[in-house]
């Protein structure tokens, strides 16, 4: 209904009970509702002919009389009537007055015939442009009367229905099409006839409606006959105008939005009401409801639905809301496009019986769906004028479903976060985010279709997938306008509908009957994690099976070459002597100098030893430090000595020792020369060992050179059946086959092993390993690197060439390579499954070694990587990928390398800085400039651990770094004991990890506010929370998040007891630092309750106090690592440790028992698999196998006192590896015997390290 005046009639003909008094105030409001516009529209109008505007003034004097009559009829007492007064009805004078201004309203009737037949005729109008704008108006106002009378005379306008429904159509589209451009209709004679039949059509229906009301119950026949007859002869004059000046209506109206000053706004809320009206119209004739015909296929009706709603919803409202100069192309051409739509929707109405209508429509429709496109290309090309388009040649192509599930995830906790960074972009930001994970499904569903279009789709997925996140993260950083990144998120949203078309396209074409082609997910090779065993026949007495291992084993250590270079270095000359071991590129140098290394005759042979790595790039310094710890049994930190002195300090530890270099990888002789100062030639024996990959290198050095050959085709099928099976059988068909593909390796190590790793992935069936076959064709190792890396799921393909960034030949640390992938995205919450990120990072891990592309350096306790690097070849290889796949990496001018990837002059996302090793950067830290970092806004990962920059960050450093508010990676050296309280505004920060130059850091407590936190850690120093008030203790936030936290102060009872821990309900990793927590009652130290931690793993603990006193501990049964530190308890007290259930690692460190004996107790360390004594005084260990039943790994560090290992260890089952350093002569003597005994049992099983004196390996 109308919306009216408080005192129209309508309001209380509400509340009138008598009907027929109720039905003449609903006519008396219609009437003057239908009148009033009417007769204003005309009143306005310049009309020249004398009788036509005799005639309007008259009639606009009676309504105008009317209207003010019925005002104070109701004034007199509204309330009456709207309460129901009966009163009101009977009076004297309301009710006769109301019944004669009926009579008036009801006199017009002729009236308006006259007048509307005086205008027809009426030439005056063609010079006046004012009446196009009134005519608008009126017409707005008539759709109104029409919404009226459809309510309240529904059942007096049966037999129009149908033609006021279609008036009704017509009147709206004219509304909009008009109403922009009034003044420039009279100016084109084709616009002219178009507003006159506007004009016609609107009067001829305010005719209707007024004589609908009029007759009330019906219309009367001889008027409803003339009004059939004339509605036609509207209509058609008004389409043959509109099918001979459309072409003029677009340019005029293009003309005249381009007229509008830049200042002053051109789209407003009518013209979205009307795209929604236009929307709402063809959804209706796409189900077959609606009054218009669209000559046209179905499917390309449903597209321009689809299209305009989608601008609707994502880019008309961003136009409404921003009308700026910049904006003001793409506002013309948004709204062309509604203007154009909306001729074409009139112009399909009745198209059936017209068919120059129906020939312009068809051809109309392409062309709309073209304009769509060109707009959303123009919006594009807006964008990318303000935001720089080069994020897109930076982004990391590799891994792209992995970096988009990363993306969702960072999405979903951007939409709910409580700070809310995404007001005003959170019906963007969401509609993208929705988009993104309808891609990522179909991605799903489509599978991997091995072909270069499926590869290109990805590229552009994963480029939308970046320029959201770089939108979001440019917005977040208050880059920009807000336009602009509303913009932004509307292109990524067009790309992605784009690109939904096309993967279904491409699906629909690549299915072929009932197969599905293979996962996504699964890589290129789709291959089985665990392969089965092969069903073979064991015992044949013709020997047709092949038993791998036996074969293998000589070849495998290249026992010949072992055997020789042994003798070269025990044997001859008492001077020292320089053996060099020389050859290509993966024919195994490392490999076999390390065998040599590690060999028992060595260790017996050689007093000390050690082992170095130079590389193309080298520091004098850090290698001579390294060389001098290993030959001290201890790591030399930078402070306790300076590069002037090392020399002399290393040459002295070696005089007069026979002692064993090996100095692997080296690429000129300048590195001998640098290095050979400190290496004494006492005469007895001493030797130095050296890889090189040119025989000039050795022979410039004075070396005896042994050059290695390649392997010969039997020895290359040995090594790779023996990599891929194992102690497995090898049947024939598989010996045939593998026997093919080692021919292609052309006996290089490398190259065999890199194919075994791909193999083992390959599911052990004849037609795939023999498409392994001939698809490798190539002996080039590139070649099969390139092969071994296709073969990688996605998921591994960037950990891999991640190793691209780090420095040659370092050994990277697994824990930190873990916690980097995670930040940087590359792994993701594996679905339906309670694993943990990094649980499924570390198989990732064990997947790369176990593909023989990753090398192991060191294991942990517990048997998993602890360190690992990779082949220089593959490092080379890494580093091409990561340039190919969009990754930069860069020499920095301070001496240092920094990795990153983005965009290299804004969007830099990465920043790895490697400066040799820690114990060198207190010489040259002045070199580094900390602030060059803080012009990379958009920095996820920031690794300046190495960096030498000043003595650390200080406290200014930390508040610039705060504004980096992406990171989700921050290592860092520390030069103040006081983080601020900025560090909080990092909500994205994961991994914290500080190298103190202090004892002690404070946390602030905003800290606790970083609810995505998941490690925080420091070196050389621990936490401090004294600072914090009792309030917060109260308040602070539940980090369910973190998993790891070290080094925090802890006593009994203390806040950090009662409030933290208790928050950290989810912790797995603990290391603190325990105080004297004395309780008189119990006469011992109290050792906080932990069994609330349900969770927690590991636990590491130092005790600060000085003084031997009993301890009680509480540790959470769960617990599988323990690790104590100078606690210098009775060894009794052990017993509540062994009776953990869980327990698997146990260190004893610096005196944590005190104490001649240890007597081990039956029923403890049930479970126990590494057990690791350092730095204690114990004499005698009286303990049997059956105390350590699970006993694998067993390791005893400067137990000097310690007279031997029961000898019964060596029959426990379990035991794998005995590990001695620097232990007294007795108890190495009873460590051999354990050996020697075991040996003579035929138990291969056993090793033992020795270190100090001998190293012994089984």
Known sequence: MASVDPRDPLIYQEKEEDPDMKDSIETLELLISILRPYVNVLSKWNIEDRELKVRVKHMDEVVQKVFQEVQPLFDSNPTDVVQGNEDWESSPTNVPVFFSILNVLRSLNNEMTEIEDLLSHDSSFSTSSENAEHLVCFIGSLLQNLKDVFICRADSIVLVKKVLEDAEDRLILFRYLLWPMPNRLVEQANLFLIFIGAQSLAFLISHLLYSVCLMNDKLNDEWLSEFRDVFPDVIDAIDTSLI?????????????????????????????????????????????????????????????????????????????????????????????????TGLFIYMSLDTEEDDLKARYCSFKLPDLLKAVDNLKQQASDLFNKFFSESWQSYCPSTNVLEYVNFLINKLEELLHAKAAPLNALKHQTKTVYEEIVSMRKLLCDVGELGNSQMEFLLTRYKDAAYQAEYVIDSFVAAEGSIWCHKLGLFVVMKDVKILQKEVKSLLTV????????????????????????????????????????????????????????????????????????????????????NSVYNHPSINLHFYVRAWCCVSQVYEKDTLLFDIFGQIVGKTIQSHETSPEDIVQKLYQSLKGRRYLIVIDDIWDIKAWNDLKGPFPDDGNGSRILFTAREQAVALEANSIPYALRLLSPEESCKLLLFKVFGGEICTPEWLTISERIARNCKGLPLAVVLMAGILKRTERKEDCWEHVSNTLISSEVSDILEFSYKHLPNCLQPCFIYFGTFPEDITVSATKLIRLWICEG???????????LEQEAENYLNDLVDRSLLMVDRRSSKGGVKACHVHDI?????????RNERFLMQEHKYGGTFVLYGDLE???????????LDRTINFRRNLFNFRFVLQYEFLGVLDLENAPFGSGANTTDFVNIAKLVQLRYLAIGVDTDNIPSEIGNLRNLETFLLTGASDEIMLPETIWNLVSLRHILTKNSFFSFQHYNQDFYQYFCQLDNLKSISAIPLSHGDDIEKFILRRLTGIQKLGCKFSNSWDDSTGCNLFPVLNFLSELQSLKVFFLGKTLYPCKFSFPSNLKKLSLSNFRLPWDEISIIGQLPNLEVLKLLNNTFEGQQWDMREGEFENLKFLKLDSLNIELWNASSEHLPCLEKLVLISCQQLEEIPSSFGE??????????????????????????????????????????VKIHG
């Open 826 to 836: 590359f792994v993701q919450q594996p679905s339906l499954c309670q694993k943990s």
């Open 906 to 916: 804004k969007h830099i996302c990465s920043l790895l800085f490697y400066y040799g």
């Open 510 to 593: 690549s299915t072929v009957g009932d197969s599905v082609v293979p996962s996504l997910f699964g890589g290129a090779s789709s291959l089985a994690h665990n392969p089965p065993n092969i069903n073979v026949a064991v015992g044949s007495t013709e020997g047709i099976y092949y038993r791998v291992e036996e074969a293998a084993n000589d070849l495998v250590v290249l026992k010949d070459a072992e055997e020789e270079i042994i003798e070269l270095l025990t044997g001859g000359s008492r001077q020292l002597k320089l053996v060099s071991i020389v050859g290509m590129p993966g024919l195994g140098k490392t490999t076999l100098a």
């Open 1212 to 1253: 426990i089952p379990t035991l794998q590896l005995i590990e001695m350093k620097w232990c007294s002569s007795s108890a190495m003597e009873s460590v051999k015997q354990i050996l020697e005994e075991q040996r003579e049992m035929s138990n291969d099983q056993l090793n033992v390290t020795i270190v100090g004196v």
């Open 244 to 340: 001979e000046g459309v072409s003029d209506m677009c340019d005029e109206y293009l003309e005249s939005l381009v007229a509008v000053p830049d200042d002053t706004p051109i789209m407003d809320e009518q013209v979205l009401a009307f795209a929604d009206y236009l929307i709402h119209k063809l959804r209706l004739q796409s189900d077959n409801e609606g009054p218009i015909s669209i000559v046209a296929p179905k499917d390309l009706t449903d597209s321009l639905i689809n299209e305009l709603n989608f601008l609707r919803h994502n880019l008309m409202d961003l136009i409404l809301q921003n009308p700026i100069a910049e904006m003001k192309s793409l506002t013309i051409s948004t709204q062309a496009l509604i203007f154009e």
């Open 874 to 882: 593959l490092r080379d290889f890494c580093t091409i990928k990561l």
